[in-house]
């Protein structure tokens, strides 16, 4: 069965350093991989989605993340964070089932961006 | 501009009444979706739909209902049945079935009183 943890409820750092979102995925198949940001009271926007081509995948806004799959692992960075970087971000894992598009999200993480 | 959209953005109700939260879409996707956003948890399945006058229960389908009479709508109906009604809804639409990436509406943050 398709799982997806998201290892942090809550992140916070500085504006300017790094931001590392941990998400570690469950499948038994070759998995689509997402990230998606949702910020206060507004709808999911795509940041990022793995569909095994290449395993680093660069997203909007500066975001990257990384497929690794001895790990089972879809870390979500960014070198530098913007005070606009604050919001939840969302790690989903997607397969086909009955030829729909299943979504599995993770818990969230919020990413609290500090001056 | 393509996009959702959904309506209301808040809407309080009573118990014991049945409302039902607006989805449109422009973007010619066949597939549509509701979803459902706790606090502190991802969202739930509600119902979806590949095609017009076809649509399936979801993860959490009892006191919801939803119709799919056109191609760029998805009304959802939350009845008096749903015992926990209060939360924010999403819809979502998807062009495809290959990378399964979907694009949401503002939502509706629904209250009961």
């Known amino acids: 069965a398709q799982s997806v943890t998201q290892l942090d409820s809550h992140v916070s750092v500085s504006e300017g350093t790094p931001v590392l979102l941990r998400c570690n995925y469950s499948s038994s198949y070759s998995p689509s991989l997402f990230w998606y940001v949702q910020h206060p009271n507004k709808g999911l926007q795509l940041l990022l989605k793995y569909t095994s081509a290449a395993t680093l995948v660069k997203g909007i806004n500066g975001f990257e993340a990384e497929f690794k799959k001895s790990e089972t692992s879809f870390h979500l960075t960014k070198p530098s964070a913007h005070m606009s970087d604050a919001a939840e971000y969302f790690c989903?894992?997607?397969?086909?089932?009955?030829?729909?598009?299943?979504?599995?999200f993770g818990a969230g993480t919020r990413l609290a961006v500090h001056p | 501009d393509g996009g959702i959209t959904q309506s209301p953005k808040y809407l309080f109700r009573k118990e014991g009444q049945n409302v039902t939260l607006s989805c449109e879409q422009n973007l010619n996707h066949d597939a549509m979706y509701w979803y459902r956003q706790d606090p502190g948890q991802g969202l739930r399945l509600i119902y979806y739909s590949q095609i017009v006058n076809d649509f399936q229960k979801g993860d959490i389908a009892e006191g919801y209902s939803v119709s799919r009479e056109k191609k760029e709508s998805f009304p959802l109906t939350v009845t008096s049945a749903q015992k926990n009604p209060t939360a924010f809804y999403l819809c979502a639409s998807s062009g495809g079935t290959v990378t399964g990436e979907l694009f949401f509406g503002e939502g509706s943050r629904l209250t009961v009183l």
């Open positions: 989903v894992v997607s397969r086909l089932s009955g030829g729909y598009n299943k979504l599995i």
